[in-house]
Every structure is written in C-alpha cells, then in structure tokens.
C-alpha cells in the first residue's frame, strides 16, 4: 500500500508533529507532504498512493487555512466544475485517515456541526476509489487534558 501523509502545521516543533511522527513510523517509506514547511500538494503526489492520512489542528472549527487551500487547488474542479469523479487526483485512495485535535470538547464541535468530519466524508471520500473506507481520530480538549493523555493519544494512532 502506497501511503500518502499529508501535515499542515507551521511549526516542526508541535503536538501535531508528534502525530505525524507516529503516523511515519507505521508507514515506513510514505511520502509525506508538509504544507506549513513549504510544500505543495500537487495531483503528482497522489500518483499510485492507495493511502491518504491528513494530520493537522482543528483551528477556530475548521481545517487550517494551509490545508483548505491546498484541497481547493487539488479538487477544486471535481468539487466547483463538471469533472468526472472517475478522473480526480483522489481516486486511486482506498483509505482514508483524518488525525486531528480541537481546543473544544466534542460536544461543542458536535453543536457547531463538525465541519471537518463533514468536508471528510461528504466532499473528500466521494473522490475517493469506489468503496474508500474513513477514519476519524481526534483528540479534544487538546489544551485542558493531561501530557499523558496526549501521549496516549498518540500511542493509540492507527492508520487503516
């Protein structure tokens, strides 16, 4: 499986590089694309790769503005214009695994309409290979749970 890890954060030092440092190590030998480091995610990063694993911070409800704008250059005319499902960059993705963290409980993302969850499943998976399975892990509350928690959190990462 051809695995495709896709990071946006600013800062090499962070929690979100401990998740996408755990996200290596299971999947030896993936590409991996940082877009807050000064990387591009271009449809020739996703040739061959049957595994997409977005790790990012859930900022102000949302996904960094770094990774909204890198899904609008990559399918952008799949979601906005007439192109064939059957032709988008995301189509050879057979899983999909989304890792974040929100300052909120679940509860008040729930009551904000988990507008990431919902870009994942409705907008991204659709672009997917037929059948693409998703995974959601997300770690809430970030700022107010314990080192531990992080750690565990981190140390309970799977990638499908």
């Given at each position: 499986?051809?695995?495709l890890v896709?990071?946006?954060?600013?800062?090499?030092?962070?929690?979100?590089?401990?998740?996408?440092?755990?996200?290596?190590?299971?999947?030896?030998?993936?590409?991996?694309?940082?877009?807050?480091?000064?990387?591009?995610?271009?449809?020739?990063?996703?040739?061959?790769?049957?595994?997409?694993?977005?790790?990012?911070?859930?900022?102000?409800?949302?996904?960094?503005?770094?990774l909204l704008?890198?899904?609008?250059?990559?399918?952008?005319?799949?979601?906005?214009?007439?192109?064939?499902?059957?032709?988008?960059?995301?189509?050879?993705?057979?899983?999909?695994?989304?890792?974040?963290?929100?300052?909120?409980?679940?509860?008040?993302?729930?009551?904000?309409?988990?507008?990431?969850?919902?870009?994942?499943?409705?907008?991204?998976?659709?672009?997917?290979?037929?059948?693409?399975?998703?995974?959601?892990?997300?770690?809430?509350?970030?700022?107010?749970?314990s080192p531990?928690?992080?750690?565990?959190?981190?140390?309970?990462?799977?990638?499908?």
């Amino acid at each position: 499986m051809t695995t495709l890890v896709v990071q946006a954060h600013p800062l090499e030092q962070s929690y979100n590089s401990a998740l996408l440092d755990a996200v290596v190590a299971q999947a030896p030998g993936a590409r991996v694309v940082r877009l807050g480091q000064g990387d591009r995610w271009t449809p020739y990063a996703c040739i061959d790769a049957t595994r997409l694993v977005a790790v990012y911070p859930t900022w102000w409800g949302s996904l960094p503005a770094m990774l909204l704008d890198a899904l609008n250059d990559l399918i952008g005319p799949w979601v906005d214009g007439d192109q064939s499902r059957d032709t988008s960059p995301l189509r050879t993705i057979e899983s999909l695994t989304v890792l974040t963290s929100h300052g909120s409980t679940k509860r008040i993302n729930m009551l904000q309409g988990e507008p990431g969850l919902q870009l994942w499943k409705r907008t991204i998976v659709p672009l997917c290979a037929p059948g693409a399975s998703f995974s959601w892990q997300s770690l809430y509350k970030v700022d107010r749970v314990s080192p531990a928690e992080r750690i565990a959190f981190v140390d309970s990462l799977t990638i499908t």
